[in-house]
T-cell receptor
Framework: ETGVTQSPTHLIKTRGQQVTLRCSSQ?????VSWYQQALGQGPQFIFQ???????GRGNFPPRFSGLQFPNYSSELNVNALELDDSALYLC?????????????FGPGTRLTVL | KQEVTQIPAALSVPEGENLVLNCSFT??????LQWFRQDPGKGLTSLLL?????REQTSGRLNASLDKSSGRSTLYIAASQPGDSATYLC???????????FGTGTRLTIIP
């Protein structure tokens, strides 16, 4: 059973640029959630994807968008980057309808916006 | 709106001591509560998950309890070791909601 993987591990962008982060879910999991964790804070929910459709969204603007693919991997896209977007971006996978529905997190992508 | 609070923000204890980390939440209509460990700059490792119908879960030296009526959970760590040093986060999932709401964590340091 493979764990959740994310790429890249680190990324540096400048204001106004666009970025795509990738996540491969754990084997057997069909749901992917994305979280943003600013330094010293707890993770904040961005959105969740289930069966390739958005299934819940947190308080993030539309410039944060995502995709889920048939193999349950996922992408997070952020347009028009702002300095405050600098954070650790975490994805988590889980198996909807199964118990326990523990969410398993990847190692994260550290995004720095200059 | 669910809010999760963890106190204290930081804790240092000598190796070998037993310790308790606290988590409180404002809305008791939760589906489950999960405790995570996070090492500096790393992702989250799930430690224990308690369903709303359960009162506690145990794994090795860790025991987590849940009291929904008072909006509290505790994580008990027995016989602490330097390797337990990390930030511990609790997160709740509400009924009818897919997201986890996290606290800001307790940074634990075990002194050898």
């Amino acid at each position: 059973e493979t764990g959740v993987t994310q790429s890249p591990t680190h990324l540096i962008k400048t204001r106004g640029q666009q970025v795509t982060l990738r996540c491969s879910s754990q084997s057997g999991h069909n749901t992917v959630s994305w979280y943003q964790q600013a330094l010293g804070q707890g993770p904040q929910f961005i959105f969740q994807y289930y069966r390739e459709e958005e299934n819940g969204r947190g308080n993030f603007p539309p410039r944060f968008s995502g995709l889920q693919f048939p193999n349950y991997s996922s992408e997070l896209n952020v347009n028009a980057l702002e300095l405050d977007d600098s954070a650790l971006y975490l994805c988590a996978s889980s198996r909807a309808g199964g118990l326990p529905d523990t969410q398993y997190f990847g190692p994260g992508t550290r995004l720095t916006v200059l | 709106k669910q809010e999760v609070t963890q106190i204290p923000a930081a804790l240092s204890v000598p190796e070998g001591e037993n310790l308790v980390l606290n988590c409180s939440f404002t809305d008791s209509a939760i589906y489950n509560l999960q405790w995570f460990r996070q090492d500096p700059g790393k992702g989250l490792t799930s430690l224990l998950l308690i369903q709303s119908s359960q009162r506690e879960q145990t794994s090795g030296r860790l025991n987590a309890s849940l009291d929904k009526s008072s909006g509290r959970s505790t994580l008990y760590i027995a016989a602490s070791q330097p390797g337990d040093s990390a930030t511990y986060l609790c997160a709740v999932r509400d009924f009818g909601n897919e997201k986890l709401t996290f606290g800001t964590g307790t940074r634990l340091t075990i002194i050898p």
